[in-house]
């Protein structure tokens, strides 16, 4: 029987017939080999959380790898370590594991492994420096540290650290075959070494047929392939390179055949005929090491540029994994995916050698290439042309973050010029992004032949027919055609600014040419906080107790839990459609489905059909676990799906088959649904007590914030034993009284027979509050159904779409106020979105809190909840806070940009006087702590004296009842915060209601290139609060609520921008929701009659 072989923490190991297509290395890891050190979340490349290290075969480096991307069976040789073999407490703990931990980097501990993970591998090759270390994380996330702590820890064993960690035994470290252990190899011959398999050294096909009846190949050569093909047809099959392809196109089902080609050598490598010639199974890694050596010869010196661009694909670990061809398959397969990889190629006039059967190839552009059917053939090399001197080569990612992220629009420039007269021999202008259709700029570069390219006149004709070239189609969740639009004409401007000689290009447009991310130096951070001896241990920073076997992966968390015989796995089937009536559940074809156990609907469940707490004061009525009939909006839960296991429950609620009666439209946005006076009701209202005369302007406005996605690294999950009394549950909730109650409630069992366990959560951030219960409650019912263990995990998409957020909130305005800007009166009006149903009713917690830390007397107040055709919103960092503290914030910002008046004089003015003393006070500390006299001074003379790059600077006051005191969760909190303003996007199908960014691949929260470049956290000296104890959580929230200062300051900088296309500062400009890069597009209100030269 064919096995494939490989080695995990030294021990060998084999897999074949009795695993399944889909099962991953983290499946085999994690259920195998029981190293639940190792953690997961996307399951799409996204997070970093299942982070491992693994030398690939007996010559490659160790690398960092997803291990969720990878098919166990694509492992043939493979030398793994996981997060147990780096340090635990038997053997001693890694220095990168002490350091960590010592240096606050582990909080929840969730993401904790794949961090340690991530760094181990890097250090494996070499000793980085600081740059290198913040450079190499986009491949992790973290949501609880702000990755400052996690940074500082790292770069304590860069080359150029003050005083570098040492770590001694990386370098050479060799595990005995036979014991497993470090091994000082002065026993064993060169020959112990060698894993190489059977099938490898003669060059066999390993074939295995796998569990679900696929069929497994590892082939060796080129002509393997069409062997397979010619025997069993081309009709379902993949060749499984790095299987990353399913990151950004998820596989539900895997194809019949299934061809390993990580093993044919003859897709591997490079030489340099003519042109460079690359083998298109080399991954991404390889193609950046080959671009940097070959960079050297004559004629492609250009590879340079391409290889920053190819810093920018996706992450380090999963461009250890991708190759150039599964890249350009996904291109040719879906023409609208924003290839990289198309982008730098086509822009260069690479051409690709594809062969169409054995002893048959051709070679074809890239354009020809889209248009083949690539069917039972082989992209076999990549040919990259010599291009001298006289071309120059410009290319471009634009990204909603820094790191791993797909692109917004990318795009590549070639200019191949005259050098005396600058005037254009050929050109290629290429875009990604902009529709499936559209590539290449062709009556453009065909007008641009023979020009003088450096001209203005040349510009702004090269501009014009541009402009009416491009074709930019809508695709959601993509922006909007029009931000998309300024984005690519702009991006043909950059690219000619970048290479316009200095003599020519006027010095205010300079910056123009920066390319931001790249160039960002390595970010700073510090805390500085009052603390007294005689009080320790109260007052010390001390790493928290669970920190170190956290980052051991030696922390048990619910899903590490281990199975029990029998246990059963269950999924959510959710409606696809936001409002009408269920009709009939057909979930026959589901149950058919090899594996699949059981389907249950509201009908199943004895008692009360609801998973939030009976009613009281803050709980207003049930939320139904299961729809009963009528659905409330897109994606609610009507079933669950039992099976063998989670992927088969996952996959197998696809197959239920729902029909909709009276299926309408749904209203999700509060923007549109405060209009509706069936969708409000009027909560309270607070009337002014005085009303001032001296008004000098009258301001009317409105402001709109949206939802959140809490982010935990661990989704929810739950999972059930029946015992002899009732139920055993593990939940991941922060409300275990109420999971009880309401199992009890909905089983029709009492309390005492319900056992609740919490261990450790990844992070909640609100999600576990109320929501936990859902899962547990449906989890329960599983159990209680079958007599049968039951583990429920949510996906994260599942979690995204079924669950509530962040609530959103809108408001209306208007303000009288005096020439300082001081309020002489304001009717405002706020809206909270609870979501379908008023539950947990924030606004009424946070109703005091309307104005902020400003007067309350001249504010006739009236505060409304909501209802919009989404999941019930919920508990979420400083629900209802933040949004109220925002909007009075902006309404501050807006007054000042109205008036043109200082912001800081208009806060004071309207300051409560209550806070006076103290925010004066704080305001000095921070104003001399930041400089920000010299900083204000310097902003305006930067954005003087640049066109194209502008910078903010800006204050937010706030008021936090009550005060809390130090404690680690600011960092993270204020980067969830900022994430919230910039990046974090949810968007909605306007027609069906469905959320469309659910996944990694388009939520984007902040990582670690994303943070303050220079963090500093003051804590207030010598505070005190009576209210709360040392380290009192609530510190978390304030900190999110600053992230306001974030957007008020990008707007200022987006003000200066629209100045020079002539909008006065004057004028407000709205922006609803975070400020995402396609809103500063569009909100600088750029000319293009202004992109000159000179
Ligand atoms: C988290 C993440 C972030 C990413 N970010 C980016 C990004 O920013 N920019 C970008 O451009 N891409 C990005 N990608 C996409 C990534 O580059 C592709 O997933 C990758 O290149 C696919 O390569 P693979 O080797 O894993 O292909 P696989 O997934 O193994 O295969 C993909 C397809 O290619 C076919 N195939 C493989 N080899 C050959 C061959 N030699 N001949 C013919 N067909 C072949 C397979 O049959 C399959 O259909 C990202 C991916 C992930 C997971
Ligand atoms: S679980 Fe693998 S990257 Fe998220
Ligand atoms: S410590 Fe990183 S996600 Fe919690």
Redo the contacts with the bound molecule.
Sequence with gaps: MERVQFKVNGKQCSVGCEVDSDTTLLDYLRETLKLCGTKYMCL???CGACMITATKNNKDVPQAINSC?VSVTSCQEWDIKTIEFIGNRLKGYHPLQKVLADCHGSQCGYCTPGWIMAMYSLLQTKKPTMLEIENSFGSNICRCTGYRPILQAFKKFASDAHNSYEISDIEDLKICDKSGDVCSRSNCSELDWCMVSKNDILNEILHIELSDKRHWYRVHTLSDVFGIWHEKGTESY???????????YPILEYPNLLID?TGISE?KGFYVDQNLVIG??NT?TDVMKIFKTVSATEYFNYLIGLNDHLQ????LA?RN???I???L??KN?HPEF????FIILETVGAQITIMTAIGQSETLTLQNFLKED?KG???MNVLLPPLNESHKIVTFKIMPRAQ????IVNAGFLYKINENQNQVISCRIVYGGLSAKFNRSWKTERYLVGKSLFLNETLQDALEILENEIIVTENLPDPPVQSRKIIALGLFYKGLISLCPSTVLHPRYRSGTVKLHEKRPVSEGQQVFDTNPILWPLSKAIPKLDALIQCAGESEYTDDIQALSGEVYAAFVLTTVALGTIEKIDPSEALKEPGVIAFYSASDIPGVNSFTPPVNEFYLCNEELLCNGEVKFYNQPLGIIVAKSQKIANKATTLVKVSYSNVRNPVYDIKFAKNDPSKVTLLDSRDATMRGNDISKIIKGDNTVYGQYHFAMETLLCLTRPTEEGLQLFVTTQWIDTVQQVISRMLEIGHQRIDIYVRRLGGSFGLKMSRASQVAAACALVAYKLNRPCRFINTLSTNMRAVGKRLPCSTNFEIGVNNKGVIQYMNYELYSDNGYVLNEPFLNMTFESFTNCYRTDSWNYKAFNGLTDTPSNTWCRSPGSLEKIAMAELIMEQISYELNQDPIEVRLANLDPIFRDDINEILKTIKVNSDYAERLVSVEKFNSNNRWKKRGLRFSFLKWAPFGYPHLNIEGAFIMGVGYWTSENLVVDGQTGELLTNRT?DYWVPQARDIPQDFRIYFREKSFSRELIFGAKGTGEPATCMGIAVPIAMRQAVSAARLESGVPSTNWFPIDGPYTVDKIALSCATRIEDFKFY
């Design positions: 799409e490349g996204g991307l993949m060749l499984v390179a790095g299987n990353t392809g399913k990151g950004v080609v897709l298109a199974g991404l920018l694909v996706a992450h999963v994994l991708a190759t061809a599964g890249n398959i996904l397969q924003k290839s990289d990889i690539m053939k082989i992209i791993n992220a797909h692109a691949w």
